[in-house]
C-alpha cells in the first residue's frame, strides 16, 4: 500500500530552522515528483515547493524562495524540506503528496492525490 509520512515539524522560534522528512513505503520514489504543500489554521491548503524524478525544483510560493530547499535521498526513499529563516506566516501543516496519475509531474493539490497525514510547523516566540 502506498503510503507517506512526514515527520520533523514542531516549535520553532522565528529565524530558526526546521528540517521536514517525507517517508514513502509501498512504492520506490525514484521515478515520482514530490511536492510540499502547506495549509495554515482557516486559510486554503497552498504549494510550497516540488522536486522533479531528476532533482528539479519548482517553487510554488515567491516568499520560500531563499529560504526553502528541497532535496531527495532515494536510497532512503525519503524527500526533505529544509527550512531556514522561519516567519510567523509559515505556521502550517505541512503535506507531502504526489500525483495518483501521471507521476513524474509536480502535483497540483489535487484532493484524489496522495497525501501524507501532515506535520504541524508553529513559528512563534
Known amino acids: 500500500q502506498l503510503q507517506l509520512v512526514e515527520s520533523g515539524g514542531g516549535l520553532v522560534q522565528p529565524g530558526g530552522s526546521l528540517r521536514l522528512s517525507c517517508a514513502a513505503s509501498?512504492?520506490?520514489?525514484?521515478?515520482?515528483?514530490i511536492g510540499w504543500f502547506r495549509q495554515a489554521s482557516g486559510k486554503e491548503r497552498e504549494g510550497v515547493l516540488c522536486?522533479?524524478?531528476?532533482?528539479?525544483?519548482?517553487y510554488y510560493r515567491a516568499s520560500v524562495t531563499g529560504r526553502f530547499t528541497i532535496s531527495r535521498d532515494n536510497a532512503k526513499n525519503t524527500v526533505y524540506l529544509q527550512m531556514n529563516s522561519l516567519k510567523p506566516e509559515d505556521t502550517a501543516v505541512y503535506y507531502c503528496?504526489?500525483?495518483?496519475?501521471?507521476?513524474?509531474?509536480?502535483?497540483?493539490?489535487?484532493?484524489?492525490?496522495?497525501w501524507g497525514q501532515g506535520t504541524q510547523v508553529t513559528v512563534s516566540l
Open positions: 503528496t504526489i500525483r495518483q496519475t501521471d507521476g513524474r509531474l509536480c502535483p497540483a493539490g489535487r484532493v484524489d492525490d496522495y
Open positions: 509501498g512504492f520506490t520514489l525514484d521515478n515520482y515528483a
Open positions: 522536486i522533479s524524478s531528476s532533482g528539479g525544483v519548482t
